[in-house]
Antibody
């Protein structure tokens, strides 16, 4: 079955960087678009970024544009999120999430979620 | 872009029906058929309940249904059961290759 396992979270100071990873298994990773979605403690879900199945197209929420970079290594079935210039408001559980497909029409929902990794930005 | 608007809470008794609304704009919910709904139990990852406005993934009970009228999407849960108590989030494509979520609704089964 589909498994998404995030790692790399932790406590960091404002202004520093962190890279999250998501190891995928149970499906052909290279044929699916992938998202990162986050959830601040006690708050709602917030979409962060999407990357196309072959890695050619990447799109971001305004709140992270220019600071975060989504990438993937299809040979390792792994999704990444490089987070720079971290702020207190970036504190959240970060979920790796699979879109239903790799076409435009099947990109804008999530059909599988990881369990999330907590990032805390605090001095 | 602001989050889609959902009621903070709804409630119903077992066996009853409840509807959760999700109001956006002509730039998101009203413009596209890409509305989805997610159920999240405390401490758990979300689970998709509806995609493409009204499509139900395999394994999701047919008690869950989705619809859309203008800029407002709705999730209806009929025959409420205790295990339906959770947070529910709507989600929509918002153009320019971006996605927007609603603020979430807490469903209480009385």
């Amino acid at each position: 079955q589909v498994q998404l396992v995030e790692s790399g979270g932790g406590v960091v100071q404002p202004g520093t960087s962190l890279r999250l990873s998501c190891a995928a298994s149970g499906f052909t990773f290279s044929t699916y678009n992938m998202h990162w979605v986050r959830q601040a403690p006690g708050k709602g879900l917030e979409w962060v970024a999407i990357i196309w199945f072959e890695g050619s197209n990447k799109y971001y929420a305004d709140s992270v544009e220019g600071r975060f970079t989504i990438s993937r290594d299809n040979s390792k079935s792994t999704l990444y999120l490089q987070m720079n210039s971290l702020r207190a408001e970036d504190t959240a559980v970060y979920y790796c999430a699979r879109a239903p497909g790799n076409q435009y029409s099947s990109s804008w929902a999530v059909d599988s979620w990881g369990q999330g990794t907590l990032v805390t930005v605090s001095s | 872009q602001s989050a889609l608007t959902q009621p903070r809470s709804v409630s119903g008794s077992p066996g009853q029906s409840v509807t959760i609304s999700c109001t956006g704009s002509s730039s998101d919910v009203g413009a596209y058929k890409y509305v989805s709904w997610y159920q999240q139990h405390p401490g758990k990852a979300p689970k998709v309940m509806i995609h493409d406005v009204s499509e139900r993934p395999s394994g999701v009970p047919d008690r869950f249904s989705g619809s859309k009228s203008g800029n407002t999407a709705s999730l209806t849960i009929s025959g409420l059961q205790a295990e339906d108590e959770a947070d529910y989030y709507c989600c929509s494509y918002a153009g320019r290759y971006t996605v927007i979520f609603g603020g979430g609704t807490k469903l209480t089964v009385l």
